[in-house]
């Protein structure tokens, strides 16, 4: 599933090219997506003007006059610029025609989804979202304090989005890697020297992953349709049974709440 670097390269790479720009026509080839596309988001987009595309946890929000329509990529989801000319693929879905440019969304898997938001709406996702990782409020001091009492393993709670936002499983791995904290290791154990460096590697990788465009593990590509690069840094995302990057041993694969977790066990202690 993309993540907090995949999404904010999205963002980054369509907002120079649409904010500003009126949508002309809208296509809905598929709603079957995880919530149905509303019928009459043709009706609610049309004619109206970009001003502006933000990112809140793995949303993207693009924001019109009347409404934000809010966009989750899912599991397999891309949105790209394309020519308006651009005869459309299998999973080619949904299509917001700007004019010089078409905005479309693709998803094989079909579990994102496209919303529109107004003052009538009555389900906002946004609501009980947590603390953006990369705002300044997020540091040793704000991690200390909301790990307080809590004995959940450290990587499954900085990826409760009720806590954290938009740090999945790839980026919970790689920050605790660089932190040198094992993942098993209750949050409430750390103290506030281990909670200012985890706080840190987790800005400085997520910056890197940003800067590398992100993780293009499957089916991520961005706006510009070219995949992310930052998999060639992964220090133990994936790769079990391989050496470190430090110390040499092999990197472990465990199981933690259903999903993979990979570690270093000499290099992360608990």
């Known amino acids: 599933m993309p993540e907090l670097p995949e999404v904010e390269t999205t963002r980054r790479g369509l907002a120079p090219h649409l904010v500003g720009h009126a949508v002309r026509r809208v296509t809905v080839r598929c709603p ?28 993207l929000l693009f924001g019109f006059d009347t ?54 709406a009555a389900d ?51 920050s605790l890697f660089r932190a040198g904290i094992h993942p098993l290791t209750p949050a409430a154990r750390l103290g506030p020297t281990r909670c200012a460096r985890l706080a840190q590697c987790v800005r400085d990788t997520l910056t890197a992953a940003i800067a590398a465009g992100g993780s293009s593990l499957r089916d991520f590509v961005g706006g510009d349709g070219k995949p992310g690069y930052f998999q060639q840094q992964y220090f133990v995302y994936s790769r079990d049974g391989e050496p470190c990057r430090r110390c040499g041993k092999p990197i472990i694969k465990i199981t933690q709440a259903q999903r993979s977790t990979f570690f270093c066990a000499h290099c992360q202690r608990r």
């Not at 995880?34 to 003007?49: E, K, N, S």
């Not at 080619?92 to 579990?111: A, E, M, V």
């Not at 704000?142 to 900085?158: D, E, F, Q, Y």
């Open 32 to 59: 079957t997506l995880r919530r149905p596309v509303p019928p009459t988001l043709a009706g609610q987009l049309t004619g109206q003007t970009l001003r502006d595309i933000t990112r809140r946890a793995k949303y």
């Open 67 to 120: 409404g934000v329509l809010l966009a989750h990529l899912g599991m397999s989801g891309s949105l790209r610029l394309v020519a308006p000319s651009a005869a459309p693929e299998k999973h080619d879905h949904i299509d917001l025609d700007f004019g010089h440019l078409c905005l479309r969304y693709r998803d094989p898997r079909r579990f994102g989804m496209l919303l529109w938001l107004d003052d009538t």
């Open 124 to 174: 906002n996702p946004l609501r009980h979202l947590g603390i953006e990782p990369l705002d300044d409020i997020f540091d040793g001091t704000w991690l200390h304090h909301a790990t307080r009492k809590r004995t959940t393993p450290i990587k499954t709670w900085l990826m409760d989005n009720h806590n954290v936002v938009g740090i999945g499983n790839i980026y919970a791995a790689e």
